[in-house]
């Protein structure tokens, strides 16, 4: 069975860090661009970073770079999203989702497997 499963998330305070973790089971991320996304409620999902299937290629939402950092480890088959200099406004629930995406790839609709999230709270 296909799984995306998420970690990393918690609370944090304004300026901190956190690494979240995307991991797959029950298949490879070798041909898989991943995305992250992340949501609040009432709002829609938005996509915050993506890399290609080899690494080569990032994307990021305007909103993140500079401050946010998208890696794989193909072998652990994991993607990971270093986040720093965390704001308030960065708190959401956040998801990875894997698909075969060419070229602009922060659009959910292009995302076909997606993990159940993690939340990420930024806050005094």
């Known amino acids: 069975q296909l799984q995306l499963v998420e970690s990393g998330g918690g609370l944090v305070q304004p300026g901190g860090s956190l690494r979240l973790s995307c991991t797959a089971s029950?298949?490879?991320?070798?041909?898989?661009?991943i995305g992250w996304f992340r949501q609040v409620p009432g709002k829609e999902r938005e996509g915050v970073s993506c890399?290609?299937?080899?690494?080569?290629?990032?994307n990021y939402a305007d909103s993140v770079k500079g401050r946010f950092t998208i890696s794989r480890d193909n072998a652990k088959r994991t993607v990971y999203l270093q986040m720093n200099s965390l704001k308030p406004e960065d708190s959401a629930h956040y998801f990875c989702?894997?698909?075969?995406?060419?070229?602009?790839?922060?659009?959910?609709?292009?995302?076909?497997?997606w993990g159940q999230g993690t939340q990420v709270t930024v806050s005094s």
């Open positions: 890399i290609s299937s080899g690494g080569s290629i990032t």
């Open positions: 989702a894997a698909g075969r995406v060419g070229g602009f790839c922060l659009s959910k609709y292009d995302y076909t497997d």
């Open positions: 029950g298949f490879t991320l070798d041909y898989s661009t």
